[in-house]
């Protein structure tokens, strides 16, 4: 087991995927994760240091620290013996101001601070957007929407809503459709004015019986012959009505959000 730290002077969070797209590629080694946010004066550094040379003595290998903190002071304080320390302003920084001629500023806060309060608030509206609008618990809020989400229940409608909304500020409802809706092989009438809004995700039966499954056991919501029923019924109504649509079983909420975006030439609003 090789540890692998994720430090930063804000959130991580950046720093974390990051760091996991780069770890993916090494899918054989087993890694024990954690980010440590917030590292932004010496005293918390000092401590960091402590718990990263205890993990030292603890796995016999040296742990791994992805950072990204922009204080030089602090940051050189994590460039131990006993650790393989990687820093991306370091690794990118000097190219940048190389091709750009200039000196960045140094600042920390950039990428996850309210610099730009427009961005901030868009963000926020379409978060409260996404919310209001799950599920199919209104509708009359449609007009408004960048796009409209549809396909059965526990396909993945609601996370990858609030994904579009955080990430790209895009108005994302969804409706899922019921047992009755799929009955008739018609898409919801309630639906048909947005029809130039609707995406739909799919996904393969045994995927969904193991996801309904998990959350009401042995019921008939998860027998995988209504998960079956309900998937091909779906899908018909969306192939019918020329509604595109995406197979979510193997994709990340990530994966999904960008199929989304590019499928359906969507804008980000930030």
Do not use: W
Request: hydrophobic share 40%; glycine share 4%; charged share 25%.
């Amino acid at each position: 087991m090789r540890s692998v730290f994720f430090l930063s002077d804000q959130t991580g969070i950046t720093t974390e995927s990051m760091g996991n797209a780069l770890l993916t590629q090494f899918n054989e080694i087993s890694l024990r994760k954690e980010r440590m946010p917030f590292i932004d004066t010496e005293f918390k550094a000092d401590i960091a240091i402590v718990k990263i040379q205890s993990r030292f003595i603890q796995d016999g290998e040296r742990p791994i620290i992805l950072s990204s903190i922009v204080n030089p002071i602090i940051r050189n304080k994590f460039k131990l013996e006993c650790v393989c320390f990687i820093d991306f302003f370091e690794t990118f920084m000097p190219e940048l101001e190389n091709a750009l001629e200039q000196k960045a500023v140094q600042a920390m806060g950039k990428s996850h601070g309210m610099n730009d309060q427009i961005k901030y608030y868009r963000r926020i509206d379409a978060i409260d957007f996404s919310l209001q609008n799950d599920d199919g618990i209104t509708v009359k809020n449609y007009e408004a929407a960048d796009v409209i989400l549809v396909g059965v229940s526990r396909v993945g409608k609601t996370p990858t809503c609030l994904y579009l909304a955080v990430n790209y500020g895009i108005k994302a409802a969804n409706y899922p459709f019921a047992e009755v809706d799929l009955k008739h092989d018609k898409l919801p009438k309630i639906l048909v004015p947005y029809h130039e809004k609707l995406f739909g995700l799919s996904i393969n039966v045994d995927r969904l019986h193991q996801i309904r499954q998990n959350r009401i056991p042995n019921s008939n919501y998860a027998n995988i012959n209504t998960c079956k029923t309900e998937i091909e019924a779906a899908e018909h109504v969306m192939r019918e009505y020329g509604i595109p649509f995406l197979n979510t079983s193997e994709k990340s909420i990530e994966e999904i959000a960008s199929n989304i975006m590019q499928r359906i030439h969507l804008v980000r609003k930030f």
